[in-house]
C-alpha cells in the first residue's frame, strides 16, 4: 500500500522509463545529481531517464532520453525489456513528482564513452554535475546514495533477467 504524500509542492504524475546503461566492461552510467533549489536533499547518483512525452512509449522515451541526457544513440532493438517497475514520489524543482517507472536494460557493444550534454534540458546542465561509469560490484559494495534508492541491492537481480516489482518508494 502506498503512504500519503506529503502534501508540500502541487503533485504531477507522470509515466517514465530509466536506464540501466552497462559498456562491454559491465559498467553502469550513473549521473552524480543535486536539485539546486532543495540543498537540503544533498547529492546522489541516478540513472539516466525521465518522463514519457505524450503518445510516446516507454521505448520511444528511452531512445530520447538516452540521446539527449548523454548523446549516446542507440537503436529501439538495443534496449531491453521493462522487466523493472516500480512506483516512486519525489521532489524535483518546484514540484512533487509522482511516477510509474519502468527500467530498462542497455548494453554497449564498447567502452562506455564519455558524455555529450549538447542537447540536455537545462535543469539538467544544472542539476547533473557529474558522470561515472561504476563496475557494478564496486556500485554494490559501496552502496552509494541512488535513484532509485534500491539501486545497489536490486541491480545484480536485474542484470540476471529476474522480473522485479518495487513497492512504491518515497525517495524525497
Known amino acids: 500500500m502506498q503512504p500519503e504524500l506529503p502534501r508540500d509542492l502541487p503533485v504531477i504524475e507522470r509515466r517514465a522509463v530509466r536506464l540501466v546503461v552497462l559498456d562491454a566492461a559491465a559498467r553502469v552510467l550513473l549521473f552524480h545529481t543535486r536539485d539546486p533549489e532543495h540543498p537540503r536533499l544533498g547529492v546522489w547518483w541516478e540513472l539516466p531517464g525521465g518522463g514519457l512525452d505524450p503518445g510516446e512509449t516507454y521505448l520511444d522515451a528511452a531512445v530520447r532520453e538516452l540521446r539527449e541526457e548523454t548523446g ?58 557529474g558522470f561515472r561509469w561504476w563496475p557494478v560490484p564496486e556500485l554494490v559494495a559501496d552502496r552509494p546514495r541512488c535513484y532509485p534508492g534500491r539501486l545497489p541491492e536490486l541491480l545484480p537481480v536485474f542484470l540476471a533477467g529476474t522480473e522485479i516489482d518495487e513497492p512504491f518508494e518515497l525517495w524525497s
Open 72 to 129: 549516446i544513440v542507440v537503436a529501439p532493438g538495443q534496449v531491453g525489456a521493462p522487466t523493472w517497475r516500480r512506483r516512486a514520489s519525489f521532489v524535483h524543482r518546484r514540484l512533487r513528482h509522482l511516477q510509474d517507472e519502468v527500467v530498462v536494460p542497455v548494453r554497449l557493444p564498447g567502452p562506455g564513452p564519455d558524455i555529450d550534454e549538447t542537447h540536455r534540458l537545462d535543469y539538467e546542465v544544472e542539476d547533473y554535475f
